[in-house]
């Protein structure tokens, strides 16, 4: 074992973690001797040199160790005696739990447990009280907080319940990883009757699709690629109905167009993992390989990519932001509809309604057939083959004039950009 130490307020401390013993994370530390003895030893006049005071500490730090090494009966440390927090950040570092979930939904496990530890304090892993449940909900919904530039005052159920869920997440690993019982909190009723999974119209997604489109003629040249990315996004969401995650982070490579598949797989360059870790294929419909195959693509890595390799939408609110914005400005904003749950449920119903629940599970990549059945919008009646005619007309007529100004719009990467007057 290699000698470590440590100066903490002109002391110096010998750091030891001996084998088959239990310690703290960074092992302990024993106060080994004053930094002013160390220089120079009582009684002399002469300090010693930098050599011999190496020597000395080392076997200060030596005969440390034999004492530790010679305690009998030392007792280990108690699971009840972990701190919550300890356990958190072993199961974030859990390799099974790692291997699950990606960096972004690692950093939002922490924010919710840093509101809990901000609300009830760092207990102990086995003490858990009723209190603890109330004071944590109670923080959630009329605590303050800060979103972007503003500071708010109060959650909505959903996003309570959602904090909730990821720290009975953690509780129920926490019960199986130290074998005690298991804590739960309880989620609070949903009251509020917005935003249900309801699929959009044919109507309102024609007239949006559309919409993007003028968008994109009427941009100004450094605004352009944020449309063209933009309906990127809305022509593989409505064609697919795969997560906007799942489709902000799609390299190309992933695309396959001569098997007609969309690869969901572990992207090693962002640490991106698939929901659940897992792995599945995607078909590409006839609409969406004639867009695929029109859309001219140089020297870009991601689907969606700002023109350097790097992500247009780099979270799920950024590209949602913009979607809500040019509906507000157009007059076509539902707010009972959820933005992204609107396409999903589209592409689910109608898959469901012709082909079958079980067709639409495999598609949208859900574990459980109930999970699928709340993306099915039973108000609609339109029927539809299969993915594959999920569009009722060609997209080489429709998107034609979108297409000339993609191939027209390719920047230079010397000169800025310049509006040609071709939108």
Known sequence: MEPKFAKINGFVYGI???EGMEYGRNGIRKKLISEAELICPKGSRKDRTANEMDKYQ???WHQKLQELLSEKDRPKKRTGSLKIKEAFLQFIENKQVVALIDRQTIENYMRSFTLYIDAVGNHAIDRFEKK?????IRLLRDGKYKRGKYEREGRGPITVNTHISRVNTFFKWA??????PLHKISRVPDDTGKKKRVAYTWEMQEKLEQILIDEINRSRPQDRIQKINLFRLF??????GMRQGEIRTLPLRNIDINNRIIMIRYVPEIDWTPKGGKERDVSISDYLLEYLLMDPREDDFFYLDTGMKKQAFLTANDAAQCFRFIQKKHGIYDANIKRWHGFRSRVTTEIAKKKGVVYAQKNAGHSSLRTTQGYIDSDQIEMLESVNVLRPKSAKNHIKNHIKNL???QPSKDEPEENNGDS
């Open 16 to 18: 030891y973690r001996p």
């Open 58 to 60: 080392r076997k200060l």
């Open 132 to 136: 603890f449940e109330t004071d944590y």
């Open 175 to 180: 019960s199986d990883a130290y074998k005690m």
């Open 235 to 240: 022509m593989m969401a409505t064609n697919t």
């Open 407 to 409: 191939i027209d719009f």
